[in-house]
């Protein structure tokens, strides 16, 4: 009796669900773990809905589900079929631009850059998912770091600035106006920009930056020919305990330094120094490996035992500069920090 009870009250608890909306019942299979079957529900359920907008939410959690699987290809399929059934929605556009973001993971750089491009040209006045901003961002850092384009760069940058209703993104998006201007190699705009960005942002994190660029800029310090060259000099003066050396390696102006995987803060060369001098005599185990590797626009230099109790490892961060090659930053890390973050990824791999 007991058994015929219990069945039933299992019975009613999948007849309640499959009662539920498809959505509904995808979110539930999600709940207990079985991703697979609402994935499929929800694939079935996108082909024959003709609501504009219970299409789009499903189409938005099979796009994460997908996603999350390592199955870019089948998410921006999914993505496209919504558009070519209601191709000039607010969401549609949302949509072409998780496609532009899908690409750009698969290092289809060419194809991101084509839709970014022609939403900057079809984006309606009414933007529901304020998606202007962002795309003109990702419009400039494809023109000025993939394509070394930085005169189209900066006709984006200067739309960027103008369109910049909220005040630390105007000033995020002058500073890196500022930047493409001396890529550009007009130094006097870029140092009109610092400037009036230091003065309208007193006690700023961006008045810090902007003067400092501004050393940067009037004070240079000739770098090393290749970023070998300058490898092998830090390595030696890490080596040699050499702090007077290391200080004519370093670059002038803004320095870059944080702990790994999280947001990083600029200031004066010389507090990186202060660093270096407290924990380098320290460093009885020091191990410099002169492979560099490459991260993101720069290459670091990975020294291992390093005499900091919380961070055993440290990476010194080279790039090219105006100057030639520059060590222009610090990041801290440890062997327990680098644990989590790689079984971090093991864990995404496998959901």
């Not at 938005?60 to 191709?87: H, M, N, W």
């Not at 004519?248 to 270096?276: I, Q, T």
């Amino acid at each position: 009796m007991a058994v015929l009870v219990v069945f039933g009250v299992l019975l009613g608890c999948f007849e309640v669900a499959w009662a539920l909306d498809p959505i509904d019942q995808a979110q539930l299979l999600l709940e207990m773990g079985n991703v697979d079957q609402a994935i499929a529900l929800l694939r079935s359920f996108v082909e024959s809905e003709k609501d504009e907008e219970r299409l789009g939410v499903a189409v938005e959690i099979l796009d994460s589900l997908l996603s999350e699987k390592g199955e870019t290809g089948e998410a921006i399929a999914v993505l496209q079929g919504y558009i070519a059934r209601f191709p000039e929605t607010p969401r549609s556009h949302l949509f072409r631009y998780w496609i532009a973001k899908h690409e750009e993971e698969r290092g289809n750089f060419e194809k991101a850059f084509a839709i970014l491009e022609e939403l900057r040209d079809h984006l309606p006045q009414d933007d529901p998912f304020a998606l202007r901003f962002q795309v003109l961002s990702d419009l400039a850092y494809h023109l000025e770091h993939r394509k070394k384009d930085y005169l189209r760069a900066l006709e984006v940058y200067r739309e960027l600035v103008d369109l910049s209703g909220d005040p630390e993104e105007r000033l995020q998006a002058e500073m890196a106006l500022g930047s493409c201007y001396e890529k550009a190699g007009k130094i006097e705009e870029a140092l009109e920009i610092y400037k009036a960005v230091a003065e309208k942002a007193p006690g700023s994190f961006f008045e810090r930056w902007a003067r400092l660029r501004m050393v940067y800029l009037t004070e240079p310090k000739v770098g090393t020919k290749s970023k070998e060259e300058l490898a092998h000099a830090l390595a030696k003066a890490l080596r040699g305990r050499d702090l007077a050396a290391l200080r004519e390696l370093v670059k002038r102006g803004d320095f870059w330094s944080g702990v790994n995987f999280s947001e990083f803060d600029v200031d004066d060369p010389e507090k990186a120094l202060e660093y270096m001098a407290q924990y380098l005599p320290k460093s009885s185990q020091l191990v410099v490996l002169e492979d560099l590797k490459p991260r993101d626009d720069t290459w670091v230099l990975r020294v291992e035992g390093w005499g900091d109790p919380e961070y055993n490892i440290l990476y010194l961060v080279l790039a090219e500069g105006r100057y030639g090659w520059e060590w222009k930053g610090l990041i801290l890390s440890s062997t327990a920090l680098e644990a989590c973050e790689e079984n971090a990824q093991g864990q995404d791999i496998l959901r």
